[in-house]
């Protein structure tokens, strides 16, 4: 009859929900897991040169490339920088003397770093800056526009 029907197909109904739900569980623990592994060779990336690149999203960048500033990248490492955040820089295109001199926080933000890793660099920065300017005493601090020291 048409209610034993009816009543079959939302049965069937029912199952494929269950089925696609429990689907979106192992997907959502797989994906879950993935970011876990990520998180944990960006943490290991910090503190060795290069990391297994086998895992990388994002695209690589030649180190023959011309863009490549050697030296922005070593000064990076030396802050412990991880190669993602590393990379974000070189696709930028930005140099060494770039950085030090003319990028501001907010053009470090607009790369999309990492809470701590970004705050890690626009210390670096402020710190060379400080370092570098001359005729500046630490009781009569330069500030930017937004009141960071420089």
Not at 32 to 51: F, G, L, Q
Not at 60 to 65: A, F, H, P
């Amino acid at each position: 009859t048409l209610l034993k029907q009816a009543l079959e197909d939302h049965r069937l109904q029912l199952t494929a929900l269950r089925q696609v739900v429990e689907q979106m569980g192992l997907v959502t623990t797989l994906l879950n897991h993935i970011d876990r592994e990520s998180s944990e060779s960006e943490t290991s990336a910090a503190h060795t040169p290069e990391s297994n690149g086998s895992e990388r999203l994002l695209p690589q960048i030649s180190v023959t490339d011309s863009s490549v500033d050697p030296r922005l990248v070593e000064w990076l490492r030396t802050l412990r920088i991880d190669q993602r955040s590393i990379d974000k820089f070189l696709m930028e295109e930005y140099c060494l003397d770039d950085v030090l001199h003319y990028v501001n926080r907010e053009d470090i933000r607009k790369l999309g770093l990492r809470g701590g890793v970004e705050l890690r660099v626009w210390k670096a920065i402020v710190k060379w800056r400080k370092e570098h300017r001359p005729g500046v005493t630490p009781s009569h601090p330069v500030v930017d526009r937004n009141h960071n020291q420089l």
